[in-house]
């Protein structure tokens, strides 16, 4: 990094990484057991969520220089925010996370491909629905045609860079062109109404996941809920957030906010805890707008999973679910868990199933390696936790595996194929399993 990039960067760590909460860490350590990254890397302090504290404060003390080995650090962080429940002094490290990655990715001079790249999936594919569409429909070709078998018979797949193929086999069987556009706006309670809500059906979960979104609806409708889903909702901004895109990110949540402020609603209800934990914490990002910001307040409270609703509206209590016998285990979303603090009421919903033994999962509380796109840009590390976690996986002995967010599913389905068990294990997305379980 040439020196006046390093100066703008540790300028831009200066102005924008709130300096109290760099404070707020006493170093007392107790986030370094929760944090995968430490324990990958044999706990070096570097690499743990008070190592990565001290460089964010020992540039903007001016102490270090922001150098590749910072970004590094920075990079390798999964993003999980396990260290921030067990942190005594409530350091808000995601934040900080952030902001400094934000800092970085707009200060450094990327290669023209890189940004071009960058680009095209920030600003050309994701806050763009009709181009997600596209590509989808690109894959559904692929898929439906016979390209795919033709591949897997000949095995040229395997010629792609790391582990691709097996990324490729995780992939679900994507939806038609026709299915991706008919989507409803509007669904009606079965029976009594007992709640009006929202649903945020995202991007990749209204395309590639769209059984799931279908599953959720069905499950909503099915506990008493009447369900708005405004079209001109788009891309959540995780990903732009979490990438260092923060200013694509906000015009993302404005647009969000005002698809649904409008609404005479109870809730924003949605399936995925990586869009979840963005859209809870909309306040947040758009701090430096008064009045944006006190829009997003109103948003953001009303933001809750769908399992909680299901929860809420005793939908275990009032429905026969009942599966062929299995055993079931589930490995948490950590930004549904961390961020939108909600870990058991998924539990609770998958304890309700006739015929299925739940067995928790040592660690189940832990990232599993998926992380947004860290599973294509962090690969070894990435492979590596999920390594770990497929032990644990199957010390369950589980045929089902159950997560809340796409990613930890793909990261799962994924963990099967290593281990080379697609004929006995399957993981699935928790309002798949429900929707599989009710007895109407
Ligand atoms: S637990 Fe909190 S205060 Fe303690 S070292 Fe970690 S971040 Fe700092
Ligand atoms: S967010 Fe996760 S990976 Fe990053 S420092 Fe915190 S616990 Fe470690």
Redesign the pocket.
């Known amino acids: 990094m040439k020196q006046s990039v390093k100066e703008d960067i540790q300028k831009g760590f200066q102005e924008r990484l709130n300096y109290d909460e760099l404070m707020n860490c006493m170093r007392c350590g107790f986030?370094l057991p929760?944090?995968?990254?430490?324990g990958q890397t044999n706990q070096y302090e570097a690499s743990?969520?008070r190592g990565?504290i001290a460089l964010m404060k020992g540039v903007v003390d001016g102490l270090i220089e922001p150098d590749a080995t910072i970004e590094r650090q920075l990079n390798q962080?999964?993003?999980?925010?396990?260290?921030e429940p067990v942190c005594p002094s409530g350091v808000k490290?995601?934040h900080l996370?952030e902001e400094a990655r934000d800092v970085i990715q707009q200060k450094k001079k990327h290669t023209w491909p890189v940004r071009v790249l960058r680009h095209f999936i920030f600003d050309e594919l994701f806050p763009k629905k009709e181009r997600i569409k596209k590509v989808h429909h690109l894959l559904s070709i692929y898929q439906q045609s016979g390209i795919q078998t033709f591949f897997h018979k000949t095995k040229l797949l395997s010629l792609l860079p790391g582990n691709l193929e097996q990324f490729e086999k995780a992939l679900p069987i994507v939806p038609s062109k026709n299915e991706m556009n008919n989507r409803p706006t509007y669904l009606k309670a079965k029976n009594q109404t007992k709640r009006r809500v929202a649903f945020f059906s995202g991007c990749l979960m209204d395309t590639m996941f769209m059984k799931i979104n279908d599953a959720t609806l069905k499950l909503l409708q099915q506990a008493g809920c009447d369900i708005f889903i405004p079209e001109q909702q788009g891309c959540c901004g995780a990903l732009h957030a979490h990438s260092g895109e923060k200013k694509t990110a906000k015009q993302l949540a404005k647009i969000n906010i005002e698809a649904f402020e409008t609404l005479d609603i109870d809730d924003i209800v949605l399936n995925a805890g990586g869009c979840g934990a963005l859209l809870i914490e909309y306040d947040h990002l758009l701090r430096d707008e008064p009045e944006w910001q006190k829009r997003a307040e109103k948003f953001a409270e009303k933001v809750k999973d769908f399992s909680e609703i299901l929860i809420e509206l005793k939908f275990n209590e009032d429905h026969y679910l009942s599966l062929p016998d299995q055993t079931v285990t589930y490995q948490d979303s950590c930004h549904l868990r961390n961020v939108m603090k909600t870990s058991s009421a998924p539990r609770k919903l998958l304890r309700a199933i006739d015929g299925t033994f739940y067995k928790e999962m040592k660690g189940a509380d832990q990232?599993c390696g998926s992380a947004g796109v860290y599973n294509l840009t962090e690969q070894k590390m990435s492979m590596q936790i999920l390594d770990d976690k497929m032990i644990k996986v199957k010390e369950t002995k589980a045929q089902t595996i159950v997560t809340s967010n796409p990613g930890c599913l793909l990261q799962m389905r994924l963990g099967i194929i290593r281990e080379g068990l697609q004929d006995s294990v399957r993981a699935v997305h928790l309002a798949e399993l429900l929707a599989e379980s009710i007895k109407e």
């Open positions: 986030c929760s944090c995968p990254t430490y743990s969520p990565r962080c999964l993003g999980c925010r396990a260290c490290y995601g996370l990232c």
